[in-house]
């Protein structure tokens, strides 16, 4: 796939959720992330998570993706990437 040449604009996106970090116990998440559709919203997070925690993908649950403007971006990196921030 090449994208010399080519403008491609990302999304800003909050996924939330939990992960598995015992037998029975599960911690909630809420994470912020640039992409260009939710599915790789999707893969980012679980990408992230299971790389950080030590999951597999099983052991992440996303229970909602949601689209956020410019204006509800919290993390720096984000704002970058889909040109809120210069």
Do not use: C, P
């Amino acid at each position: 796939m090449s994208f010399e040449g080519r403008v491609i604009h990302m999304k800003a996106f909050r996924a939330t959720g939990s992960f598995k970090t015992g037998k029975f116990t599960w911690q909630k998440y809420s994470i912020e992330v640039a992409a260009l559709d939710e599915a790789g919203v999707a893969e980012k997070v679980m990408s992230d998570l299971g790389s950080r925690h030590k999951l597999k993908r099983t052991e992440i649950k996303i229970d909602e993706i949601k689209a956020l403007k410019a204006d509800e971006v919290e993390n720096l990196a984000v704002q970058y990437l889909t040109g809120g921030a210069q």
